[in-house]
C-alpha cells in the first residue's frame, strides 16, 4: 500500500470517483485508489490511458494539499477569453428568432 489509506479516506475517494461529472477528477479519484491498492505508476498510466507524470503530479498534490489536491489546478489560468462585451453579444444573438 502506498498511502494507507484508512477505510473513511478510501470510501470517500471512491464515492467521488463514482459521483464524479469531471471525468478528470474520477480519473484522479482512481489513480490515488490504485496507488494505494499496491499499483505501480506504469500499470495505472496503462490501464487509465494517462501520462506517467499525471500519476506523479496527482500524488505530489494529494501529498501537500490532502483531497482539496484532487481539484482541477487551471483556474487561474490566465485572463477570460471571452471579454464582457463579446459576452452580451453573445447572448443578444442567441435570442434572435432564426431567419
Do not use: W
Not at 487551471?74 to 447572448?91: C, F, I, S, T, Y
Request: some cysteine; charged content about 30%.
Amino acid at each position: 500500500m502506498f498511502f494507507g489509506f484508512v477505510p473513511v479516506t478510501s470510501g470517500l475517494l471512491r464515492k467521488r470517483a463514482r459521483k464524479a461529472r469531471d471525468g478528470a477528477y474520477r480519473i484522479r479519484c482512481l489513480i490515488l485508489l490504485r496507488l494505494d491498492a499496491g499499483a505501480t505508476p506504469a500499470c495505472i498510466a496503462e490501464q487509465l490511458q494517462v501520462a506517467r507524470s499525471t500519476i506523479s503530479r496527482v500524488r505530489s498534490r494529494f501529498l501537500t494539499e490532502g483531497l482539496r489536491g484532487l481539484r482541477d489546478h487551471r483556474a487561474d489560468n490566465g485572463q477570460r477569453k471571452v471579454v464582457p462585451e463579446h459576452r452580451q453579444r453573445l447572448k443578444a444573438l442567441a435570442r434572435l428568432e432564426p431567419a
